[in-house]
């Protein structure tokens, strides 16, 4: 039965659509502009503030890959799996790509019961599946959720039960590489290295993105990442804001 959105659920829509429509129309048009990306990246904000910020401001103070290398990053704030999986059914992937990453749950990990994680994985892996179908000659690479600091170590607890039951299904799958960097980013099972986070021991800080590109691009055989642009140099490294099209 329809029923009547509330104001508050309006205005959350009508914010949504402003922050995302942006990306999105910026995101399809890159896709079209070469035949191959050498990296896609696919995932939340984790992914998407590698790029830019909040305000679609190029992230300059954060490393970035050598220019030789071509990457499409498709992460978007706040996303969870099943937003992620509409991206990839809905023009954002290129025609053709040597490597896809994927990196999403997190913004899940909160908002389901310990006992229906399994729905969680399922989405990831309904992406895998998507992702080969479509970019079969990728190589496919699906990254474990990273340590989350909250004051009840619920989401800790959740991140932990996904990646476990993630690594699993997608032993099943195949043609997918898993690997985790939990102990690069946690000093144990409770507790995150607070240098690698900015305050709200979710997002990365420079450093973090630092130790997890290191470790990607020794994964994929990359060449080393760019150290952070300074502030005085930042005007050579200007990328087109979001709004641009």
């Known amino acids: 039965v329809a029923h009547a959105l509330k104001q508050s659920e309006v205005n959350e829509r009508l ?68 937003h992620a999986l509409f991206r990839v059914r809905n023009g954002e992937l290129p025609r053709s790509a040597k490597v896809v990453h994927l990196l999403v749950g997190t913004n899940d990990a909160p908002r389901v019961a310990h006992d229906e994680l399994y729905k969680v994985v399922g989405g990831i892996v309904a992406i895998v599946r998507e992702l080969k179908r479509r970019l079969p000659t990728a190589r496919l690479l699906c990254m474990a959720l990273l340590p989350r ?45 607070p240098e690698l986070y900015v305050h709200d021991k979710l997002h990365l800080s420079p450093q973090g993105y ?24 930042h005007h050579k490294h200007v990328r087109p804001r979001e709004d641009r099209r």
């Open 149 to 193: 600091g909250d004051y009840h170590g619920i989401h800790e607890r959740n991140v932990l039960a996904i990646n476990g039951m993630l690594r699993e299904a997608l032993a099943q799958e195949g043609s997918v590489e898993f690997y985790d960097l939990w102990r690069h980013f946690s000093t144990d099972e409770k507790h995150v290295k």
């Open 210 to 233: 630092q130790v997890w590109g290191t470790e990607l691009a020794t994964l994929l055989s990359l060449p080393s990442l760019l150290p952070p642009v300074t502030p005085h140099e």
């Open 15 to 82: 914010h949504t659509m402003a922050f995302y429509e942006p990306r999105h129309a910026w995101k399809l048009w890159q896709a079209t502009q070469r035949e191959e990306y050498d990296l896609v990246l696919i995932g939340d904000s984790i992914t998407h503030f590698w790029e830019t910020n909040r305000n679609n401001e190029t992230a300059a103070n954060h490393p970035q890959f050598d220019p030789s290398v071509t990457v499409l990053n498709l992460g978007y704030a706040g996303d969870r799996a099943h």
